[in-house]
Nanobody, 125 residues
Framework: VQLQASGGGVVQAGGSLRLSCAAS????????VAWFRQAPGKERMFVAA????????DYADAVKGRFTISRDNAKNTVYLEMNTLRPEDTAVYYC???????????????????WGQGTLVTVSS
C-alpha cells in the first residue's frame, strides 16, 4: 500500500483545512487509516483513526469536536476535516495504514506499517 497525503497549507487561527490520504496498491477496505501529527520539536502524536470496514472512529482528546475523519472507499481516500484551527495544531500531518491494528492500539504508531510522506499545516495567530 502506498499512501499520499495532501491538503496542507497556511491558515489563520479559526480557519479550516481538509487533508486527504489517497491509497494505492491494493484494496483499502480492510485497513484502518490513521492521522498522526508532529509539531516542531515534539514527538509524533495520534490525531484520529477510522476503520474502513465498519467505520469505527477514534479521536485524540485535543481534536475532538473540531476534527472529523471520514472515508470514501470508492476513491480509496481518507479525509481529515479540520475546523476551528489553533496555532497549536501547527504540525506535519502524516497518514498511516494497517490491516492488523485493533481498536485499543489505534493510537500506537508502531501498529501501522504503511506511512505517507506528510503534509505541513501551519496555523497563524
Amino acid at each position: 500500500v502506498q499512501l499520499q497525503a495532501s491538503g496542507g497549507g497556511v491558515v489563520q487561527a479559526g480557519g479550516s483545512l481538509r487533508l486527504s490520504c489517497a491509497a494505492s496498491g491494493e484494496s483499502f477496505r480492510r485497513y484502518v487509516v490513521a492521522w498522526f501529527r508532529q509539531a516542531p520539536g515534539k514527538e509524533r502524536m495520534f490525531v484520529a483513526a477510522i476503520k474502513l470496514s465498519g467505520g469505527t472512529i477514534d479521536y485524540a482528546d485535543a481534536v475532538k469536536g473540531r476534527f472529523t475523519i471520514s472515508r470514501d472507499n470508492a476513491k480509496n481516500t481518507v479525509y481529515l476535516e479540520m475546523n476551528t484551527l489553533r496555532p497549536e495544531d501547527t504540525a506535519v500531518y502524516y497518514c498511516a495504514a494497517s490491516s492488523t491494528v485493533i481498536r485499543s492500539n489505534f493510537a500506537s504508531q508502531s501498529a501501522y506499517g504503511y506511512w505517507g510522506q506528510g503534509t505541513l499545516v501551519t496555523v497563524s495567530s
